[in-house]
């Protein structure tokens, strides 16, 4: 197969070549001035040896010959580097475990016309990539690639669609053209390698330049040149790295180009319309695992598991279904995205879901088979994978301590932890990204014909989303205004605009903000005062009022809580430098009345039934114990280790409780007012 090569690649690859011509001239003359500096240690060294000759003259030598070493290790080193991918959490399959599969893969590398892959890996995660193991010899001799496909994927796949995301991957080493890619990458890694992976080598070179007065003189001369030869290698990195994102991009329409010409567009449409949906479900499930894992559960089958959400996720996003999966439109992908905002990200690697779904579309290739069989029967006994895979999530010694939950169980028990971590349903989701009202102005009189139904209608939510996609657009109109950058132009609702024009554009963003702002505070207003005359008419203001005022305080003692604790982190910084023990003790007197002030809120939060009831005995022992402990942090002119521990696992933690806390009182106010107040 022959894919024509779009202008953009063209483009994109000729900047990539020139960029790579540029640094193999500027590198060749680097490392020629270095073995020229190389050369002249060694002649210096051997005149000194020759014209002192006593024991000072050979360590000079000595120490110039080491320097010289030194700095042909840096200019050579990257050729005996290899960049090696992990294959922990893979599981190598074969052809005679998977017939139907490992055809499918021949059909695709024969159409795609590449290589089969050398060996074929299968994960749990929600991903296929192609990979291998670079090194400066790869860019010489060819090197077979791996295939890596994750299980979590090929569950919400059709066949067809898995056949697509893989001809995908093949399609990156499909032509030679591709190949300019990974000359760029290996440059890259050259570069890093030389820029920053010098842990063991400077470590090294620090040890031989501590044997001797002289000897770190010397040294000293060489890491200085080579400071200099990174410091030009720096810019090659962001040049070269610019170019190698530029050509990425273009590189991902080629692969989704090979991939439609293969199983045609709308299988590829929609495989890629449905990725962040399965995303979704995916961590969710993940959460839900995780959950059940603490409290001493693991589950039978996380797929099955896997596939209950994803369904959940889209009945509540109202999606149709292919038969066995959820279909998602490009309509409905772009009503998720509501910013106005356009900036082409130079640094982007990859083009973005809604580019790459309407290149498709352009390619108009029509579907020969759009089988909707799900492509876990492309591998023989299915079930057994994912009984296997689902095992290998847990730690194997713990297996046996952790209680199997039967198929029902895990779903009984998913709708109960998604009860637990979200909102009711008769909210309409207004709730998920907003906080009820805590600034109550005035409860107003409610007409008889306002109801739950109206005060969270789909043009209510849509509203409140319309307000945070602004507010975070203006946010970045407001950096791209003031702040130093290298965005020349961006384009809000379809205009381009200029840095310099960018200050008009907030000045009328400003008003649609504070309108709708205005929009929406009065709104809640209105459902503030719904509940409350509700409350009252059924007899449980009391109740209601009370279970308000909590979340309320909640709110109040998480914006204080965040501020008190980044105050004292602040002053914290002296803990990781190295320091005098006067410049510690004045320090630690210095941090005393901050970690005052931030006890006296944690005790203010222990205090609150919330804390008491709703955290767990792990946390609460950790905040109390923290809260209790008045040892020194400096003891006989050495830290404390225990109290240290202490203070930092605070600090760890705190964050986590407030926001534990925060979401609880939130929860139990709007469950009390959708199960009593409707």
């Known amino acids: 197969m022959e894919i024509q090569i779009s202008p953009g ?13 540029l ?16 050369a002249f240690f060694v002649f210096l060294a051997f005149k000194i040896l020759i014209f002192m000759g006593n024991f000072i003259g050979m360590l000079l030598a000595v120490g110039l010959v080491g320097s010289a070493i030194v700095l042909l ?47 074929v890996f299968l994960t749990d995660q929600l991903n296929a990539s192609v990979f291998y193991d670079s090194s400066f010899w790869s860019m010489i001799f060819p090197v077979r690639k791996n295939l890596m496909i994750g299980y979590a994927l090929v569950n919400v796949s059709t066949e067809q669609e898995l056949k697509g995301i893989l001809a995908h991957e093949f399609g990156h080493f499909s032509q030679r053209s591709m190949k300019i890619g990974s ?59 610019k170019s190698n994102l530029s050509l990425s991009r273009e590189m991902e329409f080629h692969a989704d180009a090979v991939a439609t010409n293969i199983v045609g567009s709308q299988v590829m449409i929609d495989s890629l319309a449905r990725m962040d949906l399965s995303d979704r479900a995916y961590g969710s499930a993940n959460a839900f695992t995780n959950s059940k894992y603490s409290e001493g559960f693991r589950l039978c089958n996380f797929y099955d598991v896997q596939t209950y959400v994803l369904n959940i996720i889209a009945r509540k996003d109202k999606h149709n279904f292919n038969e066995h999966l959820p279909k998602v439109t490009l309509d409905e992908l772009r009503l998720q995205n509501k910013s106005r905002l356009n900036i082409k990200d130079q640094w982007a690697s990859h083009p973005t879901m809604e580019e790459r779904i309407e290149s498709i579309q352009r390619l108009n290739i029509q579907t020969v088979n759009n089988s909707l069989e799900p492509a876990k029967f492309l591998f023989e006994k299915p079930n057994e994978i994912e009984l296997k895979l689902t095992k290998l999530i847990y730690p194997e010694h713990e297996l046996t301590d952790l209680k199997e939950l039967s198929s029902t169980e895990e779903k009984d028990m998913y709708d109960d932890f998604l009860k637990s971590v979200s909102f009711n349903e008769i909210y309409n989701g207004y709730y998920d990204n907003k906080n009820p009202l805590t600034e109550i ?213 705190i964050s986590y409780i407030h926001s534990d806390l925060i979401f609880t009182a939130k929860k139990n106010l709007l469950d009390f007012q959708a199960n009593q107040l409707k």
């Open 23 to 38: 640094f193999i001239v500027s590198f060749i003359l680097l490392t020629l001035l270095g073995l020229a500096v190389v």
């Open 9 to 21: 690649f063209k483009k994109q690859a000729q900047r990539a070549i020139l960029s790579i011509v």
């Open 441 to 653: 102005s005035k409860v107003i009189d409610v007409d008889s014909s306002v109801t739950l139904k109206s005060l969270f209608s789909d043009e209510e939510v849509a509203l409140g989303a319309k307000y945070l996609s602004l507010n975070q657009d203006y946010k970045d109109v407001e950096y791209l205004a003031f702040q130093k950058h290298k965005i020349k132009t961006f384009d809000f609702d379809g205009i381009k605009y200029r840095k310099k024009n960018a200050e008009n554009l907030l000045k009328n963003l400003d008003k649609e903000l504070l309108d709708l702002k205005n929009q929406i505070e009065s709104h809640d207003d209105l459902i503030y005062s719904f509940f409350y005359h509700k409350a009252q008419d059924k007899g449980l203001f009391l109740e209601w009022d009370s279970i308000y005022k909590t979340y309320i305080t909640m709110d109040k003692l998480y914006d204080l809580g965040y501020k008190k604790a980044v105050k004292f982190e602040e002053v914290l910084v002296f803990m990781n430098k190295q320091s005098s023990i006067p410049v510690i003790q004045e320090n630690l007197k210095i941090m005393k009345p901050f970690e005052e002030v931030f006890k006296t809120h944690l005790k203010e939060l222990v205090a609150t039934d919330l804390f008491q009831n709703d955290i767990n005995e792990e946390r609460r022992k950790l905040i109390i114990n923290y809260i209790d402990n008045d040892e020194a942090y400096l003891r006989n002119e050495q830290w404390n280790d225990p109290a240290l521990n202490l203070l930092f696992d605070c600090l760890r933690n």
């Open 73 to 119: 290790i840096f200019l050579f080193k990257f050729i005996f580097q290899k960049s090696s991918n992990s294959t922990e959490g893979m599981h190598q399959i074969y052809t005679s475990q998977h017939p139907k599969f490992f055809k499918m893969i021949h059909e695709i590398a024969d159409e795609v016309g590449t290589d089969f892959p050398k060996k």
């Open 183 to 241: 000359y760029v990458y290996n440059c890259n890694r050259i570069i890093f390698s030389l820029v920053f992976e010098n842990s063991s080598f400077e470590e090294n070179v620090n040890k031989f330049s501590n044997g001797h007065i002289l000897f770190k003189l010397t040294v000293g001369f060489s890491i200085y040149i080579i400071r200099g030869f990174q410091f030009v290698l720096k810019q090659f990195y962001i040049f070269l790295n």
